[in-house]
């Protein structure tokens, strides 16, 4: 898939340049201008910060792409500053799965829409987007920028890590990969409209049932495959179903993952 994570890195590299340029005309027009610099800084306002989910079922490849994509982008003359995301930190704690009166579904149904802090997820793209929109440069995080704080996922103990990731001011891009980024259903429905683009990773079933077994196995989640599979067909499956029903037709760009050979 080498080709296809170049033409969206330079999709991407498109979409930073027609910002710039529209910040440009943005500067130039004494009507919208921006507040003043803060003292000392006679930096220009920044272009907002480019948001793009991507979505898909589990197995699809997300992570791979978007690091891929990353991967590319960086490679491409004056690319900018762009830091992928993952919404795996929006799990919600096992403690907490355990204290639900479902507790037992809870657990093993983990990775369904209904276990994560999708609240939060939204909340996370909203401060994205305002920490750097229409915001002046004052060196650091001067200026009324803010850094964002961003939970990840520690896979070793399973469970989040409150302001794993770091978003500086200076990030242009935000590459926000998980599998309901695209759902229209519940507080996830919001974020399509929060973002610039709205990526969709199509994948064959059994193609994804493959390699989720193989991760469970990996993983030492299920001690056999066949475990891993019955895992896969119990949780994952529907799930992923559940993912293109509610996602198909809201992207931008459909995606189709391959094996790699």
């Known amino acids: 898939m080498e080709s296809t994570h170049r033409a969206l890195a330079e999709r991407i590299l498109n979409l930073s340049k027609k910002n710039q340029c529209q910040q440009k005309q943005r500067d130039h027009q004494p009507s919208t201008a921006p507040p003043p610099a803060p003292p000392g800084s006679d930096h220009p306002a920044r272009p907002p910060r480019i948001l793009i989910a991507l979505a898909g079922p589990p ?3 997300k992570t791979t792409i978007a690091a891929n994509v990353a991967l590319a982008l960086a490679g491409l003359p004056d690319p900018p500053k762009t830091v992928v995301i993952s919404v795996d930190g929006f799990h919600l704690p096992l403690a907490a799965l355990r204290n639900l009166p479902n507790a037992a579904e809870a657990l093993a149904r983990r990775g369904a829409p209904w276990t994560f802090d999708a609240q939060a997820a939204v909340e996370m793209v909203r401060k994205l987007r305002r920490s750097r929109a229409d915001q002046r440069s004052g060196g650091g ?41 695209l759902c229209d259903e519940g507080p996830w429905a919001e974020i399509a409209g929060l973002v610039d683009e709205r990526w969709l990773v199509r994948v064959e079933e059994g193609l994804a049932r493959k390699r989720i077994a193989a991760r469970h ?30 996602s198909l037709g809201r992207q931008d760009v459909l995606i189709e993952s391959v094996e790699n050979k």
């Open 59 to 61: 197995g699809s490849g």
């Open 141 to 181: 995080n001067g200026g009324g920028e803010e850094a964002v704080l961003v939970p990840t996922f520690d896979h070793a103990v399973k469970d989040p890590v409150a302001g794993g990731l770091v978003v500086d001011p200076d990030v242009q891009v935000c590459l926000l990969e998980g599998n309901y980024l």
């Open 217 to 246: 196995l990996a993983a030492g989640i299920e001690p056999t495959m066949e475990l891993a599979l019955a895992r896969t067909d119990y949780n994952d499956i529907p799930n992923g179903r559940y993912v293109m029903e509610r």
